[in-house]
């Protein structure tokens, strides 16, 4: 039975503006502790508020002196493709996608030879010439059309196999809505339609005279030998010429870009450009500011780009990922130019990546990465990798949108884009680090709690009574032990805001502050503390592990023991799926190698959860030295990871001295995840989803 001792030294309005005033955090006397705690006895509740206040300035650098750092192996250290005569993407589509963000990309060498990079089937997502494809002039996912006017039919499995009965052809365009369904665009205007498995094309009626077509996803865009549009609707899952429009163009039609959801953009012969889209009650829309383009594409969620008479390009619409500007509004209604990119002879967009062609025969790409389709950088680890060496160590932090790593020196170091490490300009003399809502936040040897903006150009103290020894981030709570071993979690609010294609967290705030009841003994030999997305963690000097209980959707109340475990060293709490009720393990090891799963999850679904619930599952794995969510290094010098195909037991390649992981996963939408190593020879080694190739906002050349 757990004794529980009532200890609230929550800070009074007065005691807070106190604190506010003669400079933050303080250890506070015997006396003073005595006199908060009668204070709060009398008339302090658990919703006490605990104020922020500026960080005091520091512009202390970290001590160098004996810190040797290497250079990084470049993940970017392939050759770029060269040569190229042309380019494409090719169109995925899937409204269910919920942040499924999926790209294909081709380059043509001059001789008809195909690049192609991106999502693959059997994952092959980086640039790799197409096998048995000569002479190429376009591909769809499936197809390949020649110079010569022959259809081949591509396979990942197999050879490519040429279409019978089809010759002639001009321009093919696969429709990723109705599967298997190719048309076909001949020399003299007709268009056929094919079908996988029918042995001939099918001539489409009504469809003559054609100049030019396109597609999205699901329908057609065609160009008549007269310069008007015709627009053949397939969003409702059928092609049916009955339903062929005419769009109302001024002017004779001179080019079409297509995104994969029917927005276009259509340029006249006399360089004046307008804007479609079919989910904007279908309204053909005046864009002046894209008049004499030479090039043109639609992609994103309403995101266009045109290339200038210069060579420069522009773009406007969405802000899909921030590819306009990370710190640019959602909608950009003026075109805004894009840096780093000069005399471009073309570019064309995919689903939520764009690639760009310039007079020297390079490719340069930008946007999601997801599946590789920028070119740029693996997408995935599958296999222990080096990245350089980084001394001094002390602590990696996975919890943000790339690895920090903390020094003995207690500064803060990072790698950017060229993989050399940097000092990160802001934190010092940090003894630990962690987040909150995407957060980061930092514990000093002073004793603060500091809460910083996701760049680290500023940061907040929060003020509390007494100064802190160790903390935790939770989803919206930060646990905190004090240096007199009490334990308290201050629950957080905040506001949202659009920005740069995407929400951030803005104005992030202390709510409240309760304290955590737990036996005084016990509090005294907690030495590490974990948070998952329900509830904290303790493990105790003697293996005891504990965990924070939360009744009917309550502030958490106390510490209880789960039972079952014993001599625990170590916990890997990483693992969850987020916005889900389901169950989240937490992973124990203890000394000996034994590693047990404890199931935690909320006693109801719904938005009334309820209690949170921890329960002990019966099976163990033996002979493991470190775990890590579900990675595993064995004592035998093996390192897997459960459930993860392509991590294959291999040999590890140096002894590990610290481990952090990064589980991203959601109810909705596609997840990752990836593991940090540190060797006991400074050796910093990246496992799993490449956290620097999620996406790319600056163009940058494809590389080989």
């Known amino acids: 039975m757990v004794r529980t001792q009532k200890w609230v030294a929550l800070l009074s309005y007065t005691a807070v503006l106190s604190l506010l005033t003669t400079g933050g955090v303080v250890a506070a006397s015997p006396a003073k502790v005595a006199s908060q705690k009668a204070e709060a006895s009398v008339g302090v509740t658990g919703n006490t508020e605990v104020k922020l206040q500026a960080c005091s300035q520091n512009n202390a650098k970290a001590d160098l002196s004996n810190i040797t750092t290497k250079s990084w192996k470049a993940l970017e250290n392939k050759p770029v493709l060269e040569g190229i005569a042309s380019i494409a993407t090719g169109v995925i589509f899937d409204e269910a996608g919920y942040g499924w963000r999926p790209g294909i990309s081709y380059a043509f060498t001059e001789d008809g030879q195909v690049w192609k990079w991106g999502f693959q089937s059997d994952k092959k997502y980086e640039p790799h010439k197409l096998a048995g494809i000569k002479d190429a002039k376009q591909v769809m996912t499936d197809y390949v059309l020649t110079s010569a006017g022959e259809v081949w039919q591509i396979d990942e499995k197999k050879a490519p196999e040429k279409l019978a009965g089809l010759d002639k052809i001009k321009n093919i365009q696969q429709l990723d809505l109705h599967e298997g369904v190719l048309f076909l665009l001949k020399e003299d205007g007709t268009v056929l339609k094919w079908e996988k498995g029918t042995k ?7 469809l003559s005279k054609i100049h030019d077509m396109h597609s999205s996803a699901f329908s057609l865009f065609l160009v008549d030998d007269q310069g008007k549009l015709l627009y053949l609707d397939g969003k409702s ?17 001179k080019q079409v870009a297509v995104d994969y959801t029917d927005r276009a953009l259509i340029q006249t012969e006399k360089g004046e450009v307008y804007s479609y889209d079919a989910k904007e ?15 043109m594409a639609v992609g994103g969620e309403g995101l266009y780009f045109i290339v200038k008479a210069d060579g420069t390009v522009w773009g406007w619409g969405h802000n899909t990922l921030g590819m306009l500007g990370a710190n640019l509004e959602n909608e950009i209604e003026k075109p805004v130019k894009i840096a780093g990119l000069a005399d471009v002879t073309d570019v064309k967009a995919g689903t939520d990546h764009v690639i760009a062609l ?3 025969g390079n490719v340069y790409s930008f946007g999601s990465n997801m599946t590789g389709q920028l070119g740029r950088i693996p997408v995935t680890f599958d296999k222990w990798t080096e990245l350089g060496e980084l001394r001094d160590v002390k602590q990696v932090v996975t919890e943000l949108d790339r690895p920090y790593f903390v020094r003995k020196d207690g500064s803060v170091w990072g790698f950017g884009a060229d993989r050399v490490p940097y000092e990160v300009k802001g934190p010092t003399k940090v003894k630990t680090m962690d987040s909150i809502l995407d957060s980061p936040v930092t514990l000093n040897e002073n004793g603060q709690i500091q809460l910083w903006t996701s760049d680290f150009s500023s940061c907040e103290t929060l003020a509390l009574p007494s100064r802190i020894k160790d903390f935790v981030g939770g989803e919206k709570h930060l646990l905190l032990r004090t240096e007199d071993d009490q334990f308290l979690t201050v629950e957080f609010r905040y506001d949202s805001a659009e920005r740069g294609g995407g929400y951030v967290i803005k104005n992030l705030r202390p709510k409240k502050v ?13 030495t590490k503390l974990y948070a998952n997305l329900y509830t904290f963690f303790a493990v105790t000097k003697n293996g005891q592990v504990l965990y924070a209980e939360q009744k009917n959707d309550e502030p958490f109340t106390s510490f209880a023991p789960i039972a079952g475990l014993e001599g625990i060293r170590e916990l890997a709490p990483e693992y969850f799926v987020r916005h889900t009720k389901d169950i989240a393990s937490v992973w124990a090891i203890n000394d000996a190698g034994k590693v047990q799963e404890i199931q935690v999850y909320p006693e109801n679904e719904g938005n009334d959860a309820g209690a949170i619930k921890a329960k002990l599952e019966p099976k163990t794995e033996e002979g493991i030295a470190m775990i890590s969510g579900r990675l595993r290094i064995t004592k035998d010098g093996q ?10 037991k291999q040999k590890v390649a140096a002894p590990v001295k610290l481990i952090s992981s990064s589980y991203n996963y959601a109810i909705e939408g596609p997840g990752s995840h990836y593991h940090v190593l540190v060797t006991e020879d400074d050796k910093i080694v990246l496992i799993g989803e490449n956290p620097y190739g999620k996406a790319e906002l600056q163009p940058g050349m494809v590389r080989q």
Not at 200 to 206: D, L, S
């Open 200 to 206: 001939a094309a099918e001539k489409v009626t009504k």
């Open 237 to 253: 899952g059928e092609l049916n010429t009955e339903n062929l429009q005419v769009m109302d163009i001024p002017g004779k039609v």
């Open 281 to 295: 009650n279908e309204k053909v829309v005046r864009a002046a500011d894209a008049d004499g383009a030479t090039h």
């Open 358 to 360: 310039d007079k020297k």
């Open 514 to 526: 309760e304290t955590l009841k737990i036996d005084p003994k016990m509090a005294a030999d907690v």
């Open 639 to 648: 390192i897997f990871e459960h459930e993860w195909e392509p991590l294959q």
